[in-house]
């Protein structure tokens, strides 16, 4: 992938003298969602597959951006003296909110770049191809300016830009995942103060398989934004009569004690996804731990009927790859990962049952659905790196 990039970036930019090529991966989420901007735990890994980028230094303040993903776009010019959010921008809004979340951070910027990228998510899945290319783009200031800045902070970054720059309310889950992951295992992160450890993930005689929507959405236009109001409304609401500081505070039994005090239906039943969910999240590690991988894929499940009916993010096509998924034997468990309202399932499917599952699921979608679903057997990689 390497020398492919490299070459690209020769043809789109005159030539590749200075270039240097890095990596950084997509994510995926085992489970804990919507978890993150609760003050709960998360169980995300990176994954193998990811956004390659190729950059240079230049002697002036320019900033041009190309994408082998959107190759009709061509090059999109912007400048260090203009970092501002802009629909025209497109993709570019993204390197360029990391840009301007570095000079925010107080890391000073001192020359323009040429930045080309690949990425090998599929785009809109819900795989965090966007987190990817912030991760890579702070990854590439960090390496070539001689930053120093620590991976979690690159992530802290990351999530800086996408909240403040894009306009999208995202927790921290995405951005640290791929810039902390670490090969075959997942992070089991505390998002309450970032406190995490690595769980291997030994999953003898079965692979993690992601069932990919192809219903395209974007987070800044979905109800992700509505939904964690919600949850700070339910918050607010319980902290009248109680000292927490999140809904990751709770248990379930604290959380069935206080709910009353919730009066929207709504707003109730969506802390009670976050209380739960985070528990399932403890349960599921732990389960993991002991190698109760059943016990883990039943977590699993669970997960997405609270995602299904009080969290209310997933939507037909997310249900219809589910709950196909569960009819499958050998399919220890499934539910809808990421922000929802589209993008894709992880699926955890015993080896000999990859075949049958990726047919039956696949077939049962498109009769359903109208258009197929994409089916992705993903390995568990490292953070980011240069190549
Ligand atoms: C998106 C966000 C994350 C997280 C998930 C839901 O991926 O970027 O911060 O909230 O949705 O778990």
Redesign the pocket.
Known sequence: MKDIIIKKFAEVFGDAEGAEAFFAPGRV?LIG?????NGGHVFPCALTIGTYAVARKREDNKLRFYSMNFERLGIIESSLDNLEPDKEAGWTNYPKGVIWAFGEKGYKINCGFDILLNGNIPNGSGL?SSASVEVVTGYILSEMLGLGVSNQELALIGQFSENNFNGVN?????QFAIAMGKKDNAIFLDTSDLSFEYAPIKLDGAKIVISCSNKKRG?GDSK?NERRTECEEALKAIQSGMGINSLGDLDEEQFEQVKSVIKDEDQRKRAKHAVYENQRTIKAVSALKNNDIELFGKLMNESHVSLRDDYEVTGEELDTLVEEAWKVDGVIGSRMT??GFGGCTVSIVKDEAVGTFIENVGKAYKDRIGYAADFYVVEIGSGPCRL
């Open positions: 989420n969602e919507h978890t993150d901007y965090s995202c927790g921290i889950m995405d987070l992700y990421g922000a």
